[in-house]
Nanobody, 123 residues
Framework: QVQLVESGGGLVQAGGSLRLSCAAS????????MGWFRQAPGKEREFVAG????????YYADSVKGRFTISRDNAKNTVYLQMNSLKPEDTAVYYC????????????????WGQGTQVTVSS
C-alpha cells in the first residue's frame, strides 16, 4: 500500500508561481513512476508531468513544457511540481499519482492517487 499526500496548492495571480509537494509513504519502490495530473471542472483528468525515482529528468505535457518542472527527493520520498508563469487555464485540482509502469502518461496506468490540491490562477 502506498499513500500519497499533496500540498502546496492555492490562489495565485497569472504569471505567478506555486510549488506542489507530494509526500509518499508506505511500500514505495524505485521502479515506480510518479506523476502529476490535473482535472478542471467539466473536463477529464489530464497528464501534466512524470518522473521515475531513478530518472534525472521528468517528462511533460506540451501545455506545460518550459513552465513546470517535476523533481524528486528520493531520501524524503517526495515529488515536487514547480509551476511558473501560471495561466488561468492551469486552474484545476492537481493530483499526485504513482505507477508500476515506467514513463506512463495515462491515468489508468497509475495505481495510487493522492487526494488532490486545488490550484486557482486568477487573471
Amino acid at each position: 500500500q502506498v499513500q500519497l499526500v499533496e500540498s502546496g496548492g492555492g490562489l495565485v495571480q497569472a504569471g505567478g508561481s506555486l510549488r506542489l509537494s507530494c509526500a509518499a509513504s508506505g511500500r514505495t519502490f524505485s521502479r515506480y513512476t510518479m506523476g502529476w495530473f490535473r482535472q478542471a471542472p467539466g473536463k477529464e483528468r489530464e497528464f501534466v508531468a512524470g518522473i521515475t525515482w531513478s530518472a534525472s529528468r521528468g517528462y511533460y505535457a506540451d501545455s506545460v513544457k518550459g513552465r513546470f518542472t517535476i523533481s524528486r527527493d528520493n531520501a524524503k520520498n517526495t515529488v515536487y511540481l514547480q509551476m511558473n508563469s501560471l495561466k488561468p487555464e492551469d486552474t484545476a485540482v492537481y493530483y499526485c499519482a504513482s505507477s508500476s509502469r515506467f514513463n506512463s502518461n495515462y491515468a489508468r496506468e497509475y495505481d495510487y492517487w493522492g487526494q488532490g490540491t486545488q490550484v486557482t490562477v486568477s487573471s
